[in-house]
């Protein structure tokens, strides 16, 4: 596609319940980033894949967050029993192998009830 | 690891005046520099970023000037226009081995008709 697509662009659920977020890359980007935006906050840098190599988790904020990706190509980010404060919009961002600069997708936004 | 300060929080100018955001960072080892636009619900967008061997680069009526020794660096948005008026968000990070952006909080730019 012509940008980073993620999808849902919005997410709401209760409170304990798992979710799993989705980012598709620009085609032919080896780097994938998944940054989380709090309200009126700046980005946190969560977790980083590069090409094969093993991904850098570590502004992960706790075991209940995970990712993986599948091919080198489509990432998935899973929250597991979800607390009030991990509601924040979820940005990825992807750009080509060993450079800069990240491109973005829409986020999505994730309320937790 | 890095600590990326950015000031003012807000900002308010009139139409046609000059606008002048400016960051700090801590990590030596940091040589990429990007400023990234955002509108409300929007992605962030990339508007100009800078690599430490420049130290000013200039894009129509926006600019980027860096300091490494001083470990700053700053945007300057010239001849300013109601459209400019977004969240401005500067980061860094190096540009070897995890290039994952560290982010300021953002400046809220109000440019007034």
Redesign the interface.
């Known amino acids: 596609g012509a940008g980073?697509s993620q999808s849902p662009s919005n997410k709401v659920t209760e409170k304990g319940k798992d979710v799993e977020l989705r980012c598709d890359p620009i085609s032919g980007h080896t780097?994938l980033?998944w940054?989380r935006q709090s309200l009126g906050?700046?980005?946190?840098?969560l977790i980083?894949f590069q090409g094969n190599s093993a991904p850098?988790k570590?502004?992960l904020p706790s075991d209940r967050f995970s990712a993986e990706r599948t091919g080198g190509s489509v990432s998935t980010l899973t929250i597991q029993r979800t607390q009030q404060e991990d509601s924040a919009v979820y940005?990825c961002a992807s750009?080509l192998e060993?450079r800069?600069?990240?491109?973005?997708?829409?986020?999505t936004r994730l309320s937790i009830l | 690891g890095e600590n990326v300060e950015q000031h003012p929080s807000t900002l308010s100018v009139q139409e046609g005046d000059s606008a002048v955001i400016k960051c700090t960072y801590s990590d030596s080892a940091s040589n990429y520099f990007p400023w990234y636009k955002q509108e409300l619900g929007k992605r962030p967008q990339l508007i100009i970023d800078i690599r430490s061997n420049v130290g000013e680069k200039k894009d129509q009526r926006i600019a980027v000037t860096l300091n490494k020794t001083a470990k700053h660096f700053s945007l300057h948005i010239t001849e300013t226009q109601p459209e400019d008026s977004a969240v401005y968000f500067c980061a860094a990070s190096p540009d070897t081995g995890r290039r994952a952006l560290t982010f300021g909080s953002g400046t809220r730019l109000q440019v007034q008709p």
């Not at chain 1, 906050?41 to 840098?45: A, H, P």
Request: glycine content about 20%.
């Open positions: 980073v780097a980033y940054y906050q700046g980005l946190e840098f980083y850098d570590s502004g940005l750009s060993g800069q600069p990240q491109h973005f997708g829409d986020g």
